[in-house]
């Protein structure tokens, strides 16, 4: 249904651009794009939810010539990596290093293979793919037995972050998640798995022709957490003490109320 | 159904977490014992972090301890006195091992300190019950009567100064042993998420040599405010209480230690202690091998607080 109501969206956009004759746009190519929703509410039964993300390539260049990358980038933290090393037959963490500004999620879709679409050097500039974003050490961990980090340690230490990341659904690489329809239209679908970052996402739409970037457009998309659950959070780690004592009222209200349903005479 | 936990930051499934609630209520329900070391190893084993697991456990044993509390109360079964020189020292260890834990955990090494802290306890009790019931079993099956082993003399500890009289306990001792006795499992409690009943219930016996019948209910009297003091304590320092998750768990726990109950009465006492020492030595060995086997994965993220 929601994808039917984009659907329609994308259409009547095309007619509008097209009737302007896209005359607002200097440039002979561009794009124009938008959500599905901007924004996201978690609330106790989240598990995920599908957005989609779509637009129209304004433009006269010859058909299957250009190509659109998404990237949906959540709010940057600052994130410790430990590393497990083996100490008298145990596995315990014996590295740390922070690692950051880094979206705590990413996500990036496109019509085919990044490699394929543009060089190393455009989408290093365009922080393309998990692998170009820019980050640096941030040196205040801590441990002060870890060593100082070499090139190599920042990259494996990058890797693991991504891959760590990965796993959890939290980055992720679609080289087919771009669709063109009609040298037009394009559409992507991703999916936001539960365990989302809070707060404010950016949403980049590139286009690229012969590996250059043509066409871009930026958004953003809210990931905000709801209800109880958000009064919750914000009581834990606002009104620490306040929280402490509703668990405790909590617990002791439940263990009471139990003992009166079960007493046995 | 998936239920989005605030703190732990995870979904996890509903049912299974009323069902784990559940089982281990049952346990504890049979065996009488108050079940959070069982818990929280299950909590880490599904997932939740271990510093979240621990601080919300101690959460739903105060509700535990309410509900098992008030019973020995309506008894008259409980030394109010010894339970607050108890609970004394308990608060004051817990307090300690909160800033134990908050420590380690800015070091990055609570989950070590929670993984190893049980595994030496439950192998330590876990192989202690087991030696005990399995005799028993062999003296009944020789149709012997079980001699309760008294305990060897302590009294040179109970003699110790500041003494005081303990009506209801019919002792007046030195007030320092249940001081310290409390002390180590309030920072067991903050550290481990348990009641601690399963030091706290011996060293009553053994050490203090009270008589049986309040112990129980004194040792729940003290866990109550103990286990608050240990989860206001967590939450004021670690931000790691789930209240969600420990809801849930009451939850199924309350259920589940009704239905214990009524199974425990149909089974024989030493059969049912070497079966919980077979569960408890099963769990240490699946925290041991967790420690000693390379893990899949040897990094792991901490995301850092950006908070005011």
């Not at chain 1, 958004?219 to 405790?248: D, N």
């Not at chain 2, 299950?42 to 959460?59: D, H, K, R, T, Y």
Request: glycine share 10%.
């Amino acid at each position: 249904m929601k994808t039917a109501v984009a659907f329609l969206a994308v259409i009547v956009l095309t007619v509008l651009c097209a009737s302007s004759g896209m005359a607002q746009k200097a440039q002979a190519n561009a794009l124009v794009a938008d959500l599905s929703k901007d924004q996201i509410r978690v609330a106790s039964n989240f598990t995920g939810e599908r957005i989609l993300l779509f637009g129209a390539i304004e433009g006269t260049s010859p058909a299957g010539a250009s190509d659109v990358v998404v990237v949906v980038r959540g709010p940057s933290e600052n994130f410790t990596l430990r590393r497990k090393k083996r100490m008298a037959g145990i596995w315990v963490n014996a590295e740390a290093r922070t690692l950051g500004p880094l979206p705590g999620y990413y996500a990036v879709a496109s019509t085919r293979a990044l490699a394929d679409i543009a060089p190393v050097s455009e989408r290093a500039k365009h922080q393309i793919g998990p692998k170009y974003l820019r980050f640096s050490l941030v040196s205040q961990t801590p441990e002060a037995a870890t060593p100082p980090a070499s090139p190599g340690d920042i990259a494996l230490y990058h890797d693991s972050f991504v891959r760590i990341k990965s796993g959890q659904n939290l980055y992720s690489v679609d080289p087919s998640g771009v669709s063109i329809i009609a040298d037009r239209l394009f559409r992507a679908e991703l999916t936001l798995p539960s365990g989302l970052p809070f707060g404010t996402y950016i949403t980049e739409f590139f286009l690229f022709e012969k590996g250059r970037v043509v066409g871009y457009q930026t958004g953003e998309l809210s990931v905000t957490i709801t209800g109880l659950e958000q009064w919750l959070r914000v009581t834990a780690h606002e009104m620490p003490l306040l929280y402490g004592l509703f668990g405790v009222f909590i617990a002791g209200l439940m263990g009471w109320g139990v003992a009166i349903l079960f007493r046995r005479v | 159904m998936q239920i989005y936990l605030p703190i732990a930051e995870i979904s996890a499934n509903f049912m299974t977490l009323i069902g784990m609630g559940g089982l281990v209520g049952f346990m504890s329900g049979m065996f009488g014992v108050g079940g959070g070391f069982l818990m929280t190893p299950l909590l880490i084993f599904i997932g939740i972090p271990p510093a979240v697991a621990v601080a919300s456990e101690a959460n739903q044993i105060v509700a535990s301890s309410v509900s098992g509390g008030l019973a020995h109360w309506r008894r008259r079964a409980i030394d109010i006195r010894m339970g607050v020189i108890l609970m004394s020292g308990g608060v004051a260890g817990s307090y300690a091992g909160v800033q134990l834990f908050k420590l380690l955990r800015a070091l990055g090494q609570v989950d070590l300190l929670i993984s190893s802290s049980y595994v030496i306890f439950l192998s330590v009790i876990g192989a202690l019950m087991l030696r005990e019931s399995l005799h028993a079993i062999r003296e009944t099956r020789k149709g012997r009567p079980i001699r309760v082993r008294r305990p060897g003399q302590h009294s040179w500890i109970l003699r110790l100064p500041l003494r005081m009289r303990f009506r209801q306990s019919r002792l007046y001792i030195s007030i320092i042993p249940p001081l310290l006795i409390g002390f180590l499992v309030g920072m067991l409690s903050a550290i481990m998420g348990v009641g601690g009943g399963f030091i706290m219930v011996p060293a009553m016996i053994y050490l203090l040599r009270m008589p049986t019948n309040v112990v129980i209910g004194t040792s729940l009297f003290q866990i109550i405010f103990v286990t608050s003091a240990v989860t206001v304590l967590h939450a004021v320092e670690n931000q790691t209480v789930d209240i969600v998750l420990a809801v849930l768990l009451m939850i199924g726990g309350v259920i589940g230690a009704q239905f214990g109950a009524i199974a425990g009465q149909r089974l024989r006492g030493e059969e049912l202690r070497a079966l919980l020492a077979l569960i408890v030595l099963g769990v240490a060995c699946k925290l041991m091998l967790d420690l000693v086997v390379e893990p899949a994965e040897l990094f792991s993220i901490q995301r850092l607080e950006v908070g005011p």
